[in-house]
């Protein structure tokens, strides 16, 4: 081959990339290139990089040839880091200096399919190239050695650019970091990050099922159902939109970077090169590597902005977001895969899909926009306008305000027959009284009217309602089944059933009745604390897909001390963030749920889980009457995850302002608690 020596690397690569060679041939041709050229090692793999950026290898091509490059820089001398590199050698290479950023590093430095990092994870396949790194599927021989069901997880290896730059960990560990906080359904755990050596690596879920961007170049993909494009839309923009609430942009939004799973869900991944654009409240979160410079960022998808080296934005993410929805619509981009600066140049502007309608293009279209400023502003406002339907004949009401009346009418529900029934038994003797006067009037015979029959008093729902809110310290609802007024829930020990009972007698309609039956667990002073925070939004006041659940696992409520707490819990009819907190009777409180053991913590509608059957939490001392507390909110109480254990009042406190703000925002109905109470004793 002739000509420069990068410039010859990249036209053999992009002969590739446009089909010119099978990947046995480009892998060929790229050995003899590397043998003919006066290439360094370093330059290869930067080319190498670049170009796989621009436009992603196989994987299995990928990792193949960074290990050629590798082999060939075993025993060769790279002037670029002034080192000559020993092969062979098992205590590695002997540099005279320190290597440049972006240089190779030595050959034992890198890992590859069929290697072992600390001992403990055999990489067994290489599933894809990200903008950091190389992802591999792992085996932890640590949890085969336990017999989990689950061995594998993914582990990402730093690629020989990011390997050979001095902050090379610290990126890893603030990716770590940065995912840890990132704890949604929609993307993917990470678990930690380590290093082997000098090799450096963050380990994650394993997830089975393919990457979208395999789905989007399948072929003959002209696009999909609007149905089962908005089920992936709306997973993608669940992902970025708790990105963006935490002060995240992905900056690197593209189909490779979204995983369908064979379960059906959709996780985003390769939060690495994402960057703050709200300040972080440590100065040691701050991004170290800038995408663009780095080469994190896809030109396909990339705003016009991040080409403009703008401060990191939502909408930048937007475009993106709306550039992958354009081709799940359509199988085509909408800008014909240019970069959105060559797109403005050139004047494109994209077609509308056949099957939007005109409210649903008309968001398509602003989300698509070149410029920040007339784009879409939040993920929010773009699900909402996708998920629009035409508007046919009559009017409808906003899903405001059609919540509003939903809630105002569960509100009243359980006591509009009673006023209507009350009501229309009040007229009827007026009614009954309209008798016309007689034309000749007749002398009225003396008679003594009889003494009017005493109506039966009707009992009002409502005075119950009012009256069983009114008792301190206590969550109680009622019902009337059977000509019997039937009481349940948590009743404050200082009031007792006796006392309850006298009060409800005393309502209008309850002696009437055949009975009061009293069913409730007393609820101890130190405990009323709980109880009034929580007691506009319990579930036991609450109707069908509105209330969460609480349950507790096997037979009765006492626990000894070594058992295993096991709960089992069901979520609203609604996507909600699920909290689950201990309050024991030390005065302290545990966060079940989210923590280090379960961080994950939004769960889709009427979702059931189950919380502590792997025996994570287990009844020790302190003993006495504890309470265990589930709370559903429609958006994060807290930034982050809390200490893992705390002070009862402390974290009450904490709960205080964010619940209340909750409420105005979103409506008292959208939060749902519901708790257990149990009694721990010594075995």
């Not at 959709?266 to 709200?278: E, M, Q, S, W």
């Not at 069901?570 to 280090?596: E, N, W």
Request: net charge neutral; proline share 8%.
């Amino acid at each position: 081959m002739s000509g420069h020596p990068v410039a010859s690397l990249k036209e053999l690569i992009r002969k590739f990339q446009n089909g010119g060679l099978s990947d046995d041939e480009f892998v060929a041709s790229f050995e003899t290139a590397l043998a003919q050229d006066p290439t360094t090692p370093s330059q290869a793999a930067r080319v190498v990089i670049e170009e796989n950026t621009r436009f992603p290898f196989p994987p299995a091509v990928y990792a193949e040839v960074m290990r050629r490059i590798e082999r060939r820089g075993a025993t060769q001398y790279d002037g670029a880091t002034e080192a000559t590199r020993l092969a062979g050698t098992q205590t590695g290479s002997l540099y005279a200096t320190s290597p440049e950023p972006g240089t190779l590093p030595p050959a034992a430095h890198t890992k590859g399919v069929g290697d072992t990092l600390n001992g403990r994870f055999v990489l067994e396949e290489c599933l894809g190239v990200g903008g950091m790194g190389t992802v591999y599927k792992a085996l932890d021989l640590r949890k085969l050695e336990a017999s989990d069901r689950k061995p594998y997880i993914a582990i990402k290896v730093l690629n020989l650019q990011f390997s050979g730059h001095p902050k090379s960990l610290m990126a890893l560990q603030r990716e770590a970091r940065k995912a840890q906080t990132l704890a949604h359904r929609n993307i993917v755990t990470v678990y930690d990050f380590d290093r082997d050596g000098p090799v450096v690596f963050l380990t994650m879920e394993y997830l089975s099922g393919s990457s979208l961007n395999h789905v989007l170049k399948a072929p003959g993909f002209t696009g999909m159902p609007m149905a089962r494009a908005m089920s992936i839309v709306n997973g993608m923009g669940n992902a970025l939109a708790y990105a963006h609430e935490r002060g995240f942009v992905h900056c690197d939004f593209k189909p490779a970077n979204v995983f369908l799973t064979a379960s059906g869900e959709v996780k985003v991944i390769d939060f690495g090169i994402a960057r703050g654009f709200l300040p972080p409240a440590d100065e040691s979160d701050r991004t170290v590597f800038d995408p663009g410079s780095l080469g994190g960022m896809t030109p396909a998808y990339a705003s016009p902005e991040m080409f403009d080296h703008c401060e990191p934005d939502p909408r930048d993410d937007i475009f993106a977001l709306a550039c992958v929805t354009y081709e799940l619509l359509t199988g085509k981009h909408p800008y014909q895969r240019l970069s959105a600066n060559q797109a403005r140049d050139a004047g494109l502007k994209p077609a509308q899909p056949p099957q939007l309608s005109r409210t649903q293009w008309k968001t398509l279209r602003e989300a698509l926009s070149l410029d920040r400023e007339t784009r879409t502003p939040t993920v929010a406002r773009f699900l909402h306008g996708m998920s629009a339907v035409p508007v046919v004949s009559t009017r409808r009401p906003s899903p405001l305000m059609a919540g509003g009346v939903l809630a105002v009418l569960a509100g009243v529900s359980a006591i509009g027959y009673y006023a209507w029934h009350s009501q229309r038994q009040a007229e009827a003797p007026v009614s009954d009284a309209r008798v016309e006067a007689p034309a000749t009037p007749v002398p009225a015979a003396p008679v003594t009217p009889p003494a009017p029959a005493a109506r039966p008093a009707v009992l009002s729902m409502a005075d119950v309602t009012k009256l069983l809110a009114g008792v301190p310290c206590s969550l109680l609802t009622a019902t009337q089944q059977a000509q019997t007024l039937r009481v349940r829930g948590f009743l404050a020990e200082s009031v007792g059933a006796a006392r309850l009972r006298e009060q409800l007698s005393a309502l209008p309609g309850v002696k009437e009745l055949k009975g009061v039956s009293i069913d409730t667990q007393p609820l101890a002073a130190d405990k009323c604390d709980v109880a009034t925070l929580i007691a506009p939004y319990w579930s036991g006041n609450r109707e069908g897909g509105t209330a969460s659940s609480l349950r507790l696992r096997g037979q009765g409520t006492q626990l000894t001390e070594g058992s295993p707490l096991v709960l089992d819990l069901r979520t609203p009819a609604r996507d909600s963030y699920v909290y689950v907190d201990y309050f024991a009777a030390d005065g302290k409180v545990a966060h079940m749920v989210p923590s280090a053991r379960v961080p994950a913590h939004q769960a889709p509608p009427s979702h059931g889980a189950t919380v502590g059957d792997g025996g994570d939490w287990i009844i020790s001392r302190p003993f006495g009457t504890e309470l265990v507390v589930l709370l559903t909110t429609p958006a994060p109480l807290f930034e982050g995850r809390r200490a893992e254990v705390e002070l009862h009042k402390d974290y009450l406190k904490a709960l205080e302002k964010p619940l209340a703000q909750m409420a105005r925002t979103y409506g008292r109905d959208r939060i749902s608690a519901d708790l257990v109470q149990i009694s721990t004793r010594a075995r």
